[in-house]
Nanobody, 127 residues
Framework: QVQLVESGGGLVQPGGSLRLSCAAS????????MGWFRQAPGKEREYVAA????????HYSEFVKGRFTISRDIAENTVYLEMNSLKPEDTAVYSC????????????????????WGQGTQVTVSS
């Protein structure tokens, strides 16, 4: 079992930046590919970004590409989501997820594929 705890959310003005963190505890996070998802009120959860076990491969949804950066610190069992040029439509609860993998370079974008989920952190983009 693994526990995921997100932090770093908050209120930011349009055009601003936030850095989300996802700390993993329990089973070593070095066994997992990781992803970020978000869910806005009244909408379905949607994929944001993913990173491979090794950290060498990343993948982004089209609506965040060029603005968001996913990274991981394997030694610290932490995954980050750097969000720049934020827009009001980025407002949502952001959750991280972990999937047990064997191959070090694959990324996973389907939410149904993930094994563990965090509780989420609220991001609000508003003036």
């Amino acid at each position: 079992q693994v526990q995921l705890v997100e932090s770093g959310g908050g209120l930011v003005q349009p055009g601003g930046s936030l850095r989300l963190s996802c700390a993993a505890s329990g089973r070593s996070a070095s066994s997992f590919a990781m992803g970020w998802f978000r869910q806005a009120p009244g909408k379905e959860r949607e994929y944001v970004a993913a990173i491979s076990l090794s950290g060498s491969s990343t993948h982004y949804s089209e609506f965040v590409k060029g603005r968001f950066t996913i990274s991981r610190d394997i030694a610290e069992n932490t995954v980050y989501l750097e969000m720049n040029s934020l827009k009001p439509e980025d407002t949502a609860v952001y959750s991280c997820a972990a999937k047990i993998v064997e191959l070090p370079y694959i990324t996973v974008s389907g939410d149904y594929e993930y094994d563990f989920w965090g509780q989420g952190t609220q991001v609000t983009v508003s003036s």
